[in-house]
């Protein structure tokens, strides 16, 4: 029981408690990003394939209209830039790049959300669970910006 200045009494509330809600906080804002984490690997596995794909054809009838007769170099051409400009486009975007991204992210809010879970399933969390989560937590906001934690790392320079 805490009395402030003016004299009327509060009631501290139980650490265990407040501990808990913390967890629980964190549980629900790993559902959340986990989910926004899917949608956002979806949308660019489409956008990679939306982009790739036309490049990919284009490319391939340009070859082959100007090949194929004098005629058709003129339609070739603009085939051949139409592809250019879908293939600028995904270089630019890098969505295959940000759809691995949202896919690890994805993975590391689950894994964030299952141990906050398996947290909340104890009589009584500790400082040290929350420490965890809060570790687990900021691996997955890191998950989104880093390269892919299974890739080697790159070799020291000698020196």
Known sequence: MVTP???????????????????ERLRDEATRQKTLAHR??????KADIALGFPA??????????????????????LLALASAGFAAGAGFLRSA???RANKRARHAWAAVEGK??????????TP???DQ????????????DGGDPQADPPPLAAG
């Open 5 to 23: 200045a003016h004299g009327t009494t509060l009631r501290t509330p139980d650490p265990g408690r407040r501990l808990r809600v913390e967890i």
């Open 56 to 77: 990919a054809l284009l490319a391939g009838s340009a070859g082959a209209a100007g090949l194929a007769t004098a005629d058709a170099r003129i339609p070739a051409a």
């Open 97 to 99: 790049t940000r759809c």
């Open 116 to 125: 906050a879970t398996v947290k909340l399933a104890q009589e009584r969390p």
């Open 133 to 144: 989560l809060l570790a687990c937590r900021q691996t997955a906001l890191n998950a989104y």
């Open 40 to 45: 956002r690997a979806e949308f660019w596995a």
């Open 128 to 130: 040290d669970d929350l």
